[in-house]
Nanobody, 120 residues
Framework: QVQLVESGGGLVQPGGSLRLSCAASGSAFSTYNMGWYRQAPGKQRERVASITSGGRINYANSVKGRFTISRDNAKNTVYLQMNSLKPEDTAVYHC??????????????WGQGTQVTVSS
């Protein structure tokens, strides 16, 4: 089993940057596929980015070129670097994990989320 705790959200102006972190506890972090998804009020969950245990990366079209996902298996942590933020990026961001593919699914484990608000 995996426990996930996100951090790094906050209020940022349009065009700004944030770096989200997701710390995992439990066994064998390196064997899990990891991802970030977001949910805005009144909207469905949206997969933002994912990284497999082997390092293959995928991004939603809406964030390509602006967001970067990475993982540090030594620290049991996955990151989401978000640049050139837009108001439409405002949402609660969750990380998730699974041993199966995260595309197009969501993980078997997820964290409580961190709020990202992009506003002037």
């Amino acid at each position: 089993q995996v426990q996930l705790v996100e951090s790094g959200g906050g209020l940022v102006q349009p065009g700004g940057s944030l770096r989200l972190s997701c710390a995992a506890s439990g066994s064998a972090f390196s064997t899990y596929n990891m991802g970030w998804y977001r949910q805005a009020p009144g909207k469905q969950r949206e997969r933002v980015a994912s990284i497999t245990s082997g390092g293959r990366i995928n991004y939603a079209n809406s964030v390509k070129g602006r967001f970067t996902i990475s993982r540090d298996n030594a620290k049991n942590t996955v990151y989401l670097q978000m640049n050139s933020l837009k108001p439409e990026d405002t949402a609660v961001y969750h990380c998730d994990a699974a041993r199966r593919s995260l595309l197009p699914n969501f993980g078997d484990y997820w964290g409580q989320g961190t709020q990202v608000t992009v506003s002037s």
